[in-house]
């Protein structure tokens, strides 16, 4: 089913962010995923986010590769540069085009099929060049498109709609890229806004790769008892690390009236993330403590979410390539195509 184009209307007394755009003006095409799905609520959580830190529409670029997850690009930010890559290869479409034209605001939507099967290779690339993007992992331990096989990361133990159990053991996408280095890493619940609004704005400020895997139920496949990605097992099992809000670098930053402990990590770009943390020893720049955490709640069934670890010193990818600060689309021809004799003599420097 195509996407449906919603009607131009506003309320006239809307509000409007520092461009003088509407949540409205942030949104896309009508939704054709089944009612109830977590993946539209992630979309009104991309959508809040993109609003609040005014992004520029035309200045961010929305990919995806293939599933239920990658159709949320069609629904936010109609007016944003966008490019929907073959099943699986969406990171390394992201990682050549933000090499090509770092001035765009890259945010990569994908899913638990679509990142940790046929595009696991793909995903740990990008972690590993921190590729310079938000990387929204929507995860529901189960193929929606085609009917409800269970996906790699769906839990042992956990059952089908038909009553089968999975056997295999799953591939947790935030230890994945806690391993290979990711430097920023965060896990939410479609059906908690309140967290996962400000995850996604520090994640869109972050200077390098930051994932954030949201558990988003199928309501079709994989919403019953027995399930481990439902909303009811992911309400009764979640347990945050930190409680986040971001809070943008052109707005006054201000501390709340309250005794709990607050720790400040600033970003590349200025930004920070003011965390108040639950347990008096955790520590989100501690990359070890951040995968030891999220291993003793596996242990004990409970889901870790919140902002888990951030690097605020990671190089991203131009830094390690050493790539000109112009995008290429802005460079001259004359610079991109310097002739016969430049090449020659870049040539004798690898003979």
């Given at each position: 089913?195509?996407?449906?184009?919603?009607?131009?209307?506003?309320?006239?007394?809307?509000?409007?962010?520092?461009?003088?755009?509407?949540?409205?003006?942030?949104?896309?095409?009508?939704?054709?995923?089944?009612?109830?799905?977590?993946?539209?609520?992630?979309?009104?959580?991309?959508?809040?986010?993109?609003?609040?830190?005014?992004?520029?529409?035309?200045?961010?670029?929305?990919?995806?590769?293939?599933?239920?997850?990658?159709?949320?690009?069609?629904?936010?930010?109609?007016?944003?540069?966008?490019?929907?890559?073959?099943?699986?290869?969406?990171?390394?479409?992201?990682?050549?085009?933000?090499?090509?034209?770092?001035?765009?605001?890259?945010?990569?939507?994908?899913?638990?099929?679509?990142?940790?099967?046929?595009?696991?290779?793909?995903?740990?690339?990008?972690?590993?060049?921190?590729?310079n993007m938000l990387y929204v992992l929507e995860n529901n331990g189960v193929y929606g498109l085609t009917k409800g096989q269970f996906s790699a990361s769906a839990d042992i133990g956990s059952t089908s709609k038909k009553g089968e159990a999975n056997e295999q053991a799953p591939i947790d996408p935030v230890l994945?890229?806690?391993?290979?280095?990711?430097?920023?890493?965060?896990?939410?619940?479609?059906?908690?806004?309140?967290?996962?609004?400000?995850?996604?704005?520090?994640?869109?400020?972050?200077?390098?790769?930051?994932?954030?895997?949201?558990?988003?139920?199928?309501?079709?496949?994989?919403?019953?008892?027995?399930?481990?990605?439902?909303?009811?097992?992911?309400?009764?099992?979640?347990?945050?690390?930190?409680?986040?809000?971001?809070?943008?670098?052109?707005?006054?930053?201000?501390?709340?009236?309250?005794?709990?402990?607050?720790?400040?990590?600033?970003?590349?770009?200025?930004?920070?993330?003011?965390?108040?943390?639950?347990?008096?020893?955790?520590?989100?720049?501690?990359?070890?403590?951040?995968?030891?955490?999220?291993?003793?709640?596996?242990?004990?069934?409970?889901?870790?979410?919140?902002?888990?670890?951030?690097?605020?010193?990671?190089?991203?990818?131009?830094?390690?390539?050493?790539?000109?600060?112009?995008?290429?689309?802005?460079?001259?021809?004359?610079?991109?195509?310097?002739?016969?004799?430049?090449?020659?003599?870049?040539?004798?420097?690898?003979?």
């Amino acid at each position: 089913m195509t996407s449906i184009a919603k009607p131009p209307v506003k309320h006239p007394s809307s509000r409007t962010n520092a461009l003088g755009l509407t949540l409205r003006d942030y949104e896309g095409a009508m939704s054709t995923l089944c009612a109830g799905c977590g993946h539209d609520s992630v979309t009104a959580a991309l959508v809040q986010a993109a609003w609040e830190l005014a992004l520029e529409p035309h200045r961010a670029a929305k990919m995806s590769g293939i599933g239920c997850s990658s159709k949320t690009t069609a629904y936010f930010m109609k007016q944003s540069h966008g490019f929907n890559s073959v099943h699986g290869r969406m990171p390394s479409v992201t990682s050549g085009a933000a090499a090509a034209n770092r001035g765009l605001t890259y945010i990569g939507i994908s899913g638990d099929g679509d990142s940790l099967s046929i595009g696991l290779g793909q995903l740990s690339h990008a972690i590993r060049r921190n590729v310079n993007m938000l990387y929204v992992l929507e995860n529901n331990g189960v193929y929606g498109l085609t009917k409800g096989q269970f996906s790699a990361s769906a839990d042992i133990g956990s059952t089908s709609k038909k009553g089968e159990a999975n056997e295999q053991a799953p591939i947790d996408p935030v230890l994945l890229a806690l391993t290979l280095g990711a430097t920023f890493v965060a896990r939410s619940f479609s059906g908690d806004k309140r967290q996962l609004v400000p995850i996604l704005k520090a994640g869109i400020a972050h200077r390098g790769f930051a994932l954030v895997d949201v558990i988003s139920p199928c309501v079709s496949f994989n919403d019953h008892e027995g399930s481990t990605k439902s909303y009811a097992y992911t309400r009764e099992h979640e347990v945050e690390a930190v409680h986040a809000d971001f809070v943008p670098l052109q707005r006054e930053i201000t501390v709340p009236a309250t005794d709990e402990v607050l720790r400040v990590v600033e970003l590349h770009d200025g930004a920070q993330v003011r965390l108040r943390a639950t347990a008096k020893d955790y520590d989100p720049t501690d990359r070890e403590s951040a995968y030891a955490h999220v291993r003793a709640c596996q242990s004990r069934h409970e889901i870790a979410t919140g902002l888990l670890f951030v690097d605020e010193d990671g190089k991203d990818m131009h830094d390690h390539l050493r790539t000109v600060p112009t995008p290429l689309v802005d460079l001259p021809y004359e610079q991109l195509c310097p002739g016969k004799a430049a090449m020659e003599k870049l040539m004798e420097r690898y003979r």
